[in-house]
Each structure stands twice: as C-alpha cells, then as structure tokens.
C-alpha cells in the first residue's frame, strides 16, 4: 500500500519535473519577442516584497505601497502590471523564494521594503539568471554596479523642522519637557539620527530643553507604543510627544492627556486634531517613480540614472505636514525659512554649524561642535563626525572606522551614528 | 423503569473499509477547496485562475519555474521531519507543542558550529557535527520536558509551549544583540543582521540541469522510511503505542515507562532539531522567523493524517503546495495577501476533521418503535 503511493508520488514528482523543463524552453523563446517591446506600457511589470500585509490601511507597509502604486499611477502602468509578495519575514530563504516567485512573473524592477531582505536581494543579484532584472532595496547599504541599489530618505531633516514646532511651543508653554517614543535609540542609526536632528531642531529655539527618549525595542507595538507615551507624560510631565513607531497610539495618547505632539510617516492629524503641531512625513511616490520610469526607459544604465538614492527636502521625498493652528505663533513662517535654508543647501542639520532661532523669529548660524550628554565632541566645528568604535569597554570616539575609512554625512543614513546629542535622555 | 434513550446518540463504529475512508478524506479537500472558490468568487477574484497557479506553484509560463520547485522543497522538508517527529509523541498521547522551541534549539547549536568551525572542517565533517549538534542539543531540550513528566507529573503541554518561548527570545536576543562575543552577527553591517555561513556549512545540493535537488529532500524520505518501520514493524514502536492506549497496562505488561517517555521524547526533539540544522544549512544563515511556523503546523499535518507516516508524507505535501502555492497565485491579486493559504488551511482541517468525525463515530437518533416498547 505504501509502496504505491510512493511511486505513485515519485512519478507525480517527475512528471511535474519534465513539465517544469518544457515550460523553461517554451518561455525562453516566448521572452525574447518580449525583449522588444519591453518599453511599452502594458509589458513592464514591478514586484514587490513587504513585511506585513498588502491590505495593511496605516504603517510602513502600507506607506510603501500607497507609493508604489500611486507612482505607477502617475506613469500610467495598469494595476495588472503590480505583483506582491507580502507579509514575509526577514529570512533568507523565504526572502530568496519570494524573489523568485516575483521573477518568474516576469517582474523587471523588484522592491524589497525591509531591512533584513539585505543578503538575499544581494545574492539575487548577482545570480547569472536574474542579470535582466533590476533590484531594489529600502534601508539597506548594499549595491551593485549594474542591477542593485539602495534607497531612504533624509527624514532627519523634516525631523529637524518638527523639533522646532516643538520647541515653540514647548517655550511658549514654558515647559522644558518633551517626550519622545522611539522605536529603537542608538542602535541604529535611522532612529537615533531622527532623535538628534529633533532634539537639534527643539533647542534651536528652546536652548534649555530636554528631549527625554522611551524606547519600545519593536518598531510597532500599539500597546507598547501607548504606555511609552503615558509614561513620559506621568514620568517626565511632557508637553509635546514626538514619534519614531508605527502605529499613532502616541498621538493619541497626548491628544487625550491634552498637550502636544508631532507625527510620523504620515500626517496624523486626523488620529489627533486638537494635539498635532505638524508630522514628520515620507512622500515614497516620489522615488518609486524615479526608479520605475528609469528602469522602463534605461534598464542598462539604471545604477548611473537613479544609483543609490538618498533624497531629502529637496526632492520631496520627506517634509512635513501643513502646519496646524495648534503650533505656536510664528511657527509657519520660521519653519519654511529654515526649509529654504536646506533645499538650497545653504545648511544642513548634521553639520558644524547650528542654527540659533530668536523668538521674533532672527536665524543666526553658530558655528560651534555638537557635544554629547558626556562632553565629547560627536560632530566638529569642521563638520568632520565622529561615531563610537570598539566593544563595551574601550569604546571611543572615532572618526573613522576600523579600516581608516571617514564617516562621511551619508553615515547618518547609512548607519554608523549610535550617540545622542546633548540634551537628549534615555529612560 | 430503564432510563429514556437520548434523542440523539453519537455510536462509535468500527466497521468503516479503507477505501471509504480515502474517499471521503479527498471529499472533505474538494468541499474545502470548494468553500475557498466560493469565497475567492465572492471578491470578485477567479478561482479557476487562482487554483491553477496554486496546485501547480505557479510553474506554468515561468521561466524560473525550476526556482519553485526548489523552494516548495525548502518548505516541505523541514515540515515533512516535524511532522514526523510530532506523531511519535502524539502516538504517546504525550502533547509535544514545543516543535518550534526544539527547531530553534537545533538551528541556533548546528548555527554555532557553522560559524565557530566552519572555516576550519572540511565540509562533510561540518556538516556532520551540525547535524549532531542540531539534533543531540534539540533532543535534550525535549528530554528535559519529558524527564519532569516522569519524575515529578508536570504538564508536558504547558512545559514545551513555554520552552518554545524561551528558545525564540535567546534567538532574538542573539539577532538583535551587537557585541564582541555575538559571533552569530555579521561583522560587516552596522545594523545588526545574521551573519552568512562559511562555504564548507552549506547544505548539498545535486544538480540536475538548472534544477538544483537538495539532498535533505532525499534524508527527509529516507527518514519518512524509517520511522514508519520504527513505529509499525518495531519493539519500540510497539511500546510506544501501548503507552498511548494506557499507561497502566503498559506498566503491568512491565514495561519501563517513564523510560519510554524519555527515549520518545528525545528521539523526537533531535528530529525537529536536525530540521533546524537543515533549515539553516540551505538558508546558510539564521533568522528570527526561521521555524516558518513548522512546530505549529506539524501538529496539524500530524492530526491530518492520523499520525500515520505514509499519510504525512502526502499531507505535508499538500500543506507545502498549498503554502507555496497560495504564495505565488497571489501576487496577482491586490485583493488578496498570504493569509488566505491560512484560511484555505483552517477550512481543509475543518472538513478532515469532520470526515474524520463521521468515519468514526455515527449518529443515532431515537428510533420511535424503542419508545413505544418502553413504555410498556
């Protein structure tokens, strides 16, 4: 009886096996007469990998792929054309199965929106049979020449734009005191440079006040999330809570304790109409369409088109959402002023120079190095960044890495701030 | 006066022939399927598009369609060694949940010598120390539950669920923890990721043209082989199923049984451990969701198939299409996420487990001539 059933499976098996090897070659054949008419509309098609669901309705997820389709919207690509992959792990396997999945539906471009999918979009790379296919990956530092990149944002400079609503009404409240609920601190860059640029931003006009840091250890947790705020707020009496999670619970929170608070990802004022001073926002069409009209029109030169992708202000691709009526007098105006300031490049946030804003609303530049809570000087009047190297006990300040090489500013993205600047606490 | 028949009874029955039981299993998956068309229709998505990108994993027009078949096996052959290792206890009647504890155990110990030893074995010999690794340090975490069960009467249950726990906290902590003696963290990135195996770790894999057959397929049924002798042709198979039917007759009958507890339990744990040890070598990495679910949904292809080895076999193939299926049919639909491979799933073992239901239990209702003669 057993036996049978599995000969039975194995011929199954070879069967499937031979059709497998059939359907290779007849494809093969098929996908050249596609090769022609690839930059026609209707043959293009995008893949996509996503750590939770595709039906997500708030989150990172779903800011992903509200710019994925909206930007091939914007191109005119049919929703046909979008094939998803979702709620997949950080696992290398499961990552690998799921491009390959994507690349046997033919995609030409695949997003990967996780950090963790770093190895497996670099070995899907370099493997001989996906050479036509572009790669795409959020967050990650890794790249090729021809057919990979990376891609995020400056999020620390709307960061920046944030912290000085805070700061305003912080002073004007005269309370000292802000919350600030982050995913993770100083274990990655992405979030303690989002903490620094805020906390840069609050004492740009409120030189006395303290950004104090409740870490959750997950990047979304609502209920987490939410006692973290209430903490603050019973801990530390704060006044405005400013957000690096997922969910808006800490908007909420502040909007049912009535005081302040400042959003993330995107604009949060309807989860806190009476608190929101204005969200710190990522516009993801914008690099969505970058990469996918370059990789139709030019897939051999996508790497010199498009390459690693660190848009700010200045493309769009982060801001801030209008700001509400609930800010401090004056607000508006002085945060556009600095805007203009760093779409022009005439400053920016992580640099020697730092911006000292009067309460009539006077923007003087001080040129002076960003110390830490002990002291030590982390970025230098030069604008030169230091970062912390070595293990517990003899970990120092140092301005390269183990092999010599600078931090330079894109370190801020790429990941090797891990300190908080002055004035800013943990706990 | 006897007491008055029920109106309805539920009669055990014995009398039901093979045959009739393969039919109506197959039945109950086509009502299950039939169930998630009806639902797949209801949101305007095609079934019939659906379900022939399921059941053949997406293979037609794909000129990867090799790559699929790869990754169906990545699936099928850690679930297919859980399952299997599942039954053992369960043929016990000893409540084994703790497979996703005991594969972490063995993907973390068979990680270690990966990457502590990898660059300096030749790589049969890595592979063989992960291998036993993997499964000896597995097997002892399930001894563990087992010899408190002897000893001391706790609740295996409640033991391997909260084990599970443990193990997959230390494999976080492990992937979120930077620090000089976490060797299990890739140097080179800044953010904390898993690092990559050493070559001489990878997993064997046999090419045959662009298809590459990884040989733990080839173990897998092997093992499938074996333990279906163990279980039915063996003293110790014999003991376990006497255990399972009652502990009493088994100690009378002068069996050891706490000794047999032991044994089971560790045999199965090393199982799932030297899963794990697969799992990783093929991936040549760890990850904190490298379980996959499996010690969970081994517990359902166990129950599925009745605990029979030969039934496994077939049903972690179904649940593998069905997952790896579910996975590419629906990129083509906005409507649906892979959750659906959970609801297809959650249906089938609702209708398995009714069909199961009626193949074994029959309902009576209260004849009326019975009535009358009682009340005479």
Redesign the interface.
């Known amino acids: ?2 036996r049978k ?2 000969a039975l ?1 194995l011929a199954v098996f070879m069967c ?2 031979v ?3 059939c ?2 070659q007849t ?2 054949n098929s ?1 050249k007469t596609n090769d022609g008419a690839q930059n026609t509309d209707s043959s293009f098609k995008v ?1 996509a990998i996503y750590i939770t ?3 997500d309705t708030a989150g990172y997820t779903f800011a992903h792929h509200y710019g994925i389709t909206t930007a091939m919207k914007n191109i005119g690509l049919s ?2 054309n ?6 997949i ?6 990552v ?3 491009i ?7 995609c030409n471009i695949i997003f990967g929106i996780s ?2 999918y ?2 497996a979009f670099a070995e899907a790379a370099e493997k001989e ?1 996906y050479k036509d296919i572009i790669f795409s990956h959020a967050t990650g ?1 890794k790249s090729n020449e021809t057919n990979f990149n990376n891609y995020f944002g400056r999020i620390y400079q709307a960061r920046y734009l944030t912290g000085i609503a805070a700061g305003l009404k912080a002073l004007e409240l005269q309370n000292p005191s802000i919350g600030y609920v982050a995913a993770y601190g100083t ?3 992405e979030t303690c440079s989002g903490i620094n640029a805020f906390a840069l931003g609050v004492q740009a006009v409120y030189p006395e006040a303290v950004v104090h840091v409740n870490k959750i ?1 997950t990047w979304g947790d609502e209920t987490k999330e939410r006692q973290a705020a209430e903490a603050l707020i019973d801990t530390y009496n704060c006044c405005v809570i400013a957000q690096h999670c997922d969910s808006a619970q800490p908007q909420k929170v502040a909007e049912e304790r009535k005081i302040f608070s400042c959003g993330y990802n995107s604009d949060m004022t309807k989860e806190s109409p009476n608190a929101q001073l204005t969200s710190a926002i990522w516009n993801w069409p914008v690099y969505y369409q970058t990469a996918i009209e370059a990789a139709m029109n030019d897939p051999e030169n996508f790497m010199e088109n498009v390459g690693i992708y660190y848009g700010g202000l200045k493309e769009n691709f982060v801001g801030i959402s209008p700001v509400t009526d609930n800010c401090a007098e004056g607000t508006k105006e002085i945060i556009e002023k600095v805007s203009d300031m760093i779409i022009s490049g005439e400053w920016d946030v992580f640099t020697g120079t730092k911006l000292s804003i009067s309460e009539t609303g006077e923007i003087t530049k001080v040129t002076a190095a960003t110390l830490d809570n002990t002291d030590s000087t982390v970025i230098a009047e030069d604008g030169t960044m230091y970062c912390y190297v070595g ?2 006990e003899d970990r120092a300040l140092s301005a390269s890495d183990a092999s010599g090489i600078a931090f330079e500013h894109d370190a801020v993205i ?3 701030m ?1 300190y908080y600047v002055k004035g800013v606490v943990e706990g | 006066m006897k007491t008055k028949q029920p109106f309805v009874r539920i009669v055990r029955r014995t009398d039901f022939p093979l045959w009739a039981m393969i039919i109506i299993n197959i039945a109950a998956v086509l009502v299950a399927v039939g169930i998630g068309a009806i639902l797949l229709a209801a949101i305007k998505v095609d079934p019939f598009v659906y379900y022939k990108d399921m059941f053949t994993i997406g293979t037609i027009d794909n000129r990867f369609a090799y790559k699929n078949f790869e990754g169906l096996i990545e699936f099928f052959v850690p679930l297919l060694i859980t399952s299997l290792a599942l039954a053992l206890t369960f043929k016990m009647k000893f409540w084994n949940i703790g497979g996703e504890g005991q594969f972490i155990m063995g993907a973390i110990s068979s990680a270690t010598v990966a990457l502590l030893l990898g660059n300096s074995l030749p790589s049969w010999l890595t592979l063989i120390m992960m291998a036993v690794c993997g499964a000896v340090s597995a097997g002892i975490y399930g001894l563990v539950v087992a010899f408190f069960k002897v000893k001391w009467g706790t609740n295996e249950t409640l033991m391997t669920l909260m084990l599970n726990y443990i193990a997959l906290y230390a494999l976080k902590y492990f992937g979120e923890t930077q620090a000089g003696w976490n060797f299990f963290l890739s140097g080179e990135s800044v953010r904390p990721v898993f690092a990559t195996f050493p070559e001489s770790a990878w997993m064997y894999t046999i090419k045959i043209g662009k298809f590459s057959l990884n040989i733990t397929l080839v173990i897998a049924i092997l093992l499938c082989a074996l333990i279906y002798i163990y279980m039915k042709k063996t003293k110790h198979g014999y003991e376990i199923s006497v255990v399972g039917d009652s502990q009493s007759t088994a100690k009378y009958a002068g069996m050891k049984v706490g000794r047999i507890v032991m044994r089971t339990m560790f045999l199965s744990a090393a199982l799932i451990g030297l899963a794990g040890t697969f799992y990783v070598s093929t991936a040549h990495s760890l990850s904190t969701s490298v379980t996959n679910n499996v010690g969970w949904t081994g517990i359902i292809v166990a129950w599925l198939s009745r605990l029979n080895p030969v039934m496994i076999l077939v049903t972690s193939l179904l649940i593998s299409v069905l997952r790896v299926g579910c996975q590419t049919a629906a990129t083509n639909f906005p409507v649906i996420d892979s959750n659906f491979a959970d609801l297809l799933q959650g249906i089938i073992l609702f209708t398995v487990l009714m069909a199961d239901f009626l193949t074994r239990f029959k309902i009576v209702f209260r004849k009326n001539t019975e009535k009358e003669v009682e009340d005479k």
């Open positions: 009886m057993s059933i599995i499976l499937l096996g059709f497998a090897g359907n290779n494809n093969q996908d893949g669901s595709q039906n929703e046909d979008l094939f998803i992959v979702d709620n792990p950080e696992d290398k396997t499961q690998s199965n799921a390959d999945t994507l690349a046997g539906k033919g950090f963790g770093i190895d049979e530092y274990e990655y860059a250890s293990e517990d790429k990941g090797s891990n």
